[in-house]
């Protein structure tokens, strides 16, 4: 077979080159339109129940995930620039709707059947306001049983009550200036709806838009094209403007990911030529070697595009493996080449010795590092099948260029060689002859020390560690957390009934961990409830309030309560709202009011008459249908065939292991299928972990039979995996003392090691049963082991100049796997043969 | 044989609720006092970082087996003689700066004080008579679940973790009714003074805003029956 293959490629090896030009062409043109998906849920089984629904609901509603635009300045400028920001996504096409701006009129309308149930007792009070005096009293009502007795309520409403503030703080200023506008009066009827921090340097509008979520280009021109259209208002404006959410993650992880795949394949062909320079003394062999590399990669680019059409956020690493794995096969044949040539022989001779010899060890080598990738195909987990695919393909395909196109090459370009051989191994060689026993037992201890620490492995569950460092995206993500006591990693829910979204709605708005619940009964409460809501109105409407009484005494106790509430906001560390209100009851104008009466009853007339026309603007009695819900609301969150979608924000970081542990369970504990961005992320790791462990077993059985198949012989076929286990053992218990944590990325590691570790073994012991010598063995194997070694650790070390923290911990952990596994091919299995074998 | 498990079944009940109320019985024999008074200062971490820092005197009475508790506050400058009386299921809060004393919600006992992890409720917390009590495991500690029999409370019962050789209460955990365990009270740095146990750190974490309050009691500070007024406790007092 092998004398066969070499007397093809001898006898047409320009006709070869021909046919696998066209091949590579035809490739390539092909391989352009390969999408890379950063999103988790690819990952998952397309019958994963999370994977269904989050696919259901992204064909029912587009897109779930909605984008947050933060704008950081003063109050005053990201006021005046929010209307501008509106302004300007008005005028894009692919925006649903628009927080807080859109549906205002019929929030406004219905303000007091959309209320919560217990704040509507104090509101109607307020709203209802004849008098500076009722209107205070019922302030001050709302504040201490709202605010000053629930702690709890107080904690998660801070953002409404700092703008409820700075609303008053603006009517107490307009009105000592006697320069009261109906904006002012508006605010404090209404509420102001912006969107900004206690302490006014964050503001933030929140859009939904009607981009695919499954669409990676879509959403990777929109976000840009919003973001280009954003950037431009913060010159005259003083403000900075960021974006974050799903789909702005996701563009910034397909920038950086294509940056560091690009990156990294050039730094470690850079490298491989470095390492080429050095070895073979000749650039020559790097560039054919690279030629065959590459041809072999373009081709499994062409597969890959046939069979997926879109490469997963592991496959997208495929072009920095490959490289890393491909060039080990062109190096098993330049390294015999080249000191065939060096002795003289003719170039064709040397092709046909090579074939003879080494072929056999390549395509071994080959067919079990593929084997290994190919049992990840049987994992039902997407993720790992499709990169077992790729990945099974590119090898065999590149091996297969190897074998086609470099002896092609070489006979063409390369038909002599004087250089000298760089690599020296004599000191090895004796090192490993003169301590077997040593080194056998340096490596057990090492192996026991490692297999005590196993169990301090722990996993990875912040996936915003897997990202880029410095991340506008994810900055504003955390500043919305801690400023807002909302996080933008959302998780959501679908409903068959309006009646069984109002029940779920209910639930997990109380939920510990659920900061708000954006749904369609926000809009539309149960009719029940905004029947009980009617009887609490007319209730309170027929009840008789004093109009007139001790106005001062209530300005004064106004003034108490923003004290207490400002201790209160101290002891809790609310910084800036304390800040923010001790600047309100210490200012001139509450303290004016508080001392001149006169300058509020002058303008009671006027005041009561605007606030009693926007009273009388607001719904007190009829009950609100479908009908009567704005399109933009109802497209927001009812599909065509009538199901309702709920989208949940937490309060806290989803990424915080203890939150999204509590977060998650509280969801769960609804019985109802909740999907999200951290769901699908947990899903990805557990499915990991459980189908790596499979892949782990099954990986190793396939390649022990197939050792044992070749070699015929069990004590050989165990004598190959020691390495491997060894490999495996303490590379675990390396990230164990070093606090190396496992992630959703970095995982994908261990189940390769199997394929990269097993290859040098299976040469050393396949030339040692040729050669039935253990010097001369290492003689012949180690300098392409060596060589072998330091390309591929240069490949997957490259990774580490990427900017996606995920790619840099995958090409750390495969880096020190690759040394070890070196490491105890030569100085733990070596030892053994020569121990065991005594021939 | 099945009437034999069945009996050996109850007996074991009978020897494990037997257990059960002399362990808590003894825990409580470790706070026994009738009156009490430290100076504490109560540190409020969030996501480790120090958010808030005060300093208040806590005194206590048994009154009819009723403990009553009073915290005066003496830093920072603007928490200064802002006073809290805990009495017969009642708060009152008293703020220097506006002179102002009011009763708050019943609600509240079950709310953060002062904006740290702990309620009212958790001040003091009596085991013997409000729980339904179970023991759960005595190999290394007792671990005794503790479900309340009547009151709401917040939480849908407690696990509580008792050293086996000195029954201190080493730690608290608190589970909702998602039984999601979201606070976690931890005892720490135990000394004897007049016979009774006394953690001189109690720490209280709550898992879901990632808040951590630390109470840590000055030991020179802590002494115990010693003679405190019934109308020190008042709420006219709490100004002064």
Sequence with gaps: MNKFLANIIINHYKKILIITTFITLFSLYKSKDLEISTQFVDLLPQNDSYSVLYNKAIKKYNSLDPIIIGVYGERESIQLSQKKIIKTLKKIDEIISIEPNDNLDYINKNILLLMKKRYLQDNINYFNSKSYYQFFKSINDQFENSYIDDENNFKKNINYFSNQINSFHSFFKAISQNKIEKRDI??????????????????????????????????????????????????????????????????????????????????????????????????????????????????????????????????????????????????????????????????????????????????????????????????????????????????????????????????????????????????????????????????????????????????????????????????????????????????????????????????????????????????????????????????????????????????????????????????????????????????????????????????????????????????????????????????????????????????????????????????????????????????????????????????????????????????????????????????????????????????????????????DGIHVIHIYRLKKDIKSSINHTIKAISLTTITTISAFGSLLISKYRGFIGFGLILSIALLIAYLSTLFLLIPLIKIIDRR | MKIIILFLLIININLYGKNVEEIIKKVESNRDYKTSYMISEMLIYREDNLISQMQFEYYSKKIEEQEIQLLKYTSPKRLYKTAILVKNDKIWYYNNRTKRTRILAKQKKQGSMMGSSFSYDDLNISYLKNFKKQLMNNKEFYIIKLTPIQDYKQYKYLILKIDKKNYQELELKYFDENDINYKTMIFENYIKINSYLTPLKVVMINHIDNIKTEILSQKESIKYDLIIKNQFFEERNMRY
């Design chain 1, 186 to 759: 508006d605010n404090l009827f209404f509420g102001d709806h912006q969107l900004i921090s206690p302490d006014g340097k964050l503001g933030i509008i929140i859009i939904k838009h009607s981009i695919d979520s499954n669409d990676m280009l879509k959403i990777n021109d929109f976000v840009n094209r919003l973001e280009k259209n954003l950037k431009i208002l913060e010159q005259d404006n003083n403000i900075k403007i960021s974006l974050t959410g799903t789909p702005v993650i996701i563009r910034d992880e397909i920038k950086t990911s294509t940056r560091d795949m690009n990156l990294s394949s050039i730094l470690s062909l850079i490298l491989i030529l470095i390492i080429f320079k050095y070895a073979f003394n000749n650039l020559k062999y790097f560039f054919l070697a690279s030629i065959s590399l590459i041809t072999g990669i373009i081709w499994t680019l062409a597969v890959t595009y046939y069979i997926y059409g879109k490469l997963n956020i592991l496959t997208a690493m495929m072009g920095a493996i490959l490289i890393g794995l491909g060039i080990d096969y062109n190096i098993y044949i330049i390294t015999l080449y080249k000191e065939l040539l060096k002795k003289k022989i003719d170039s064709r001779l040397a092709i046909k010795k090579i074939f003879r010899t080494n072929i056999r060890s390549i395509i071994m080598g080959s067919a079990t590092t593929s084997i290994s990738f190919i049992m990840f195909g049987i994992s039902s987990f997407d993720g790992f099948s499709q990169f077992g695919v790729v990945l099974g393909i590119g090898i065999i395909l590149t091996t297969v260029a190897a074998i086609l196109i470099l002896p092609s090459l070489l006979m063409i370009f390369i038909r002599s060689d004087k250089g000298i051989y760089m690599v020296s191994s004599h000191n090895i060689v004796n090192k490993i002859n003169n301590y077997p026993k040593i080194l056998i037992l340096i490596f057990s201890i090492l192996i026991i020390i490692s297999i005590f620490n196993l169990h301090k492995i722990e996993f990875e569950k912040d996936m915003m560690k897997l990202e880029a460092k410095g991340l506008e995206s994810v900055k504003l993500n955390r500043d919305i957390i801690k400023k807002f006591r909302l996080s933008s990693d959302i998780s959501f829910f679908l409903s068959e009934t309006k009646k069984e979204n109002d029940e779920l709605f209910k639930i997990i708005d109380n939920l510990k961990t659920v900061k708000e619940v954006d749904s369609l009964t926000n809009y539309l409460p149960p009719t029940k409830e905004q029947k009980e809501k009617i009887g609490m109105i007319n209730k309170a409407l027929k009840e008789k309030i004093d109009i007139s009484g001790d106005l001062k005494k209530e300005i004064k106790r106004f003034k108490n309560n923003l004290i207490e509430l400002s201790d209160l906001a101290y002891s809790m560390g609310e910084t800036d709202l304390y800040k923010l209100l001790d600047r309100v009851y210490n200012d001139s104008s509450l303290n004016n009011l508080l001392n001149n009466n006169h300058i509020l009853l002058k303008n009671e007339v006027d005041f009561f008459k605007h606030w009693r026309e926007n009273y009388n603007l607001i719904n007190t009695d009829k009950i609100l249908d479908l009908t009567l819900v704005p399109n933009t609301i109802k497209n927001s969150y009812l599909s065509k065939d009538n199901q309702f979608l709920s989208i949940i924000f937490p309060t806290n970081d989803i990424w915080i292991e203890h939150f999204q542990n509590i977060h998650l369970k509280e969801l769960n504990s609804t019985n109802k299928m909740i999907t999200g961005t951290g769901q699908i992320f947990i899903r990805v790791i557990e499915t990991e972990i459980k189908e790596g462990k499979k892949i782990l077993f099954y990986s190793f059985i396939a390649i022990f039979l197939f050792i044992l198949l070749d070699f015929k012989s069990l004590k050989f076929a165990i004598l190959t995996l020691i390495p491997l286990v060894s490999t495996v053992i303490i590379t675990l218990g390396i990230m164990a003392i070093f606090k190396l944590k496992f992630d959703a990325v970095n995982i994908m590691a261990i189940p390769l090691i199997i394929g990269l570790g097993i290859d």
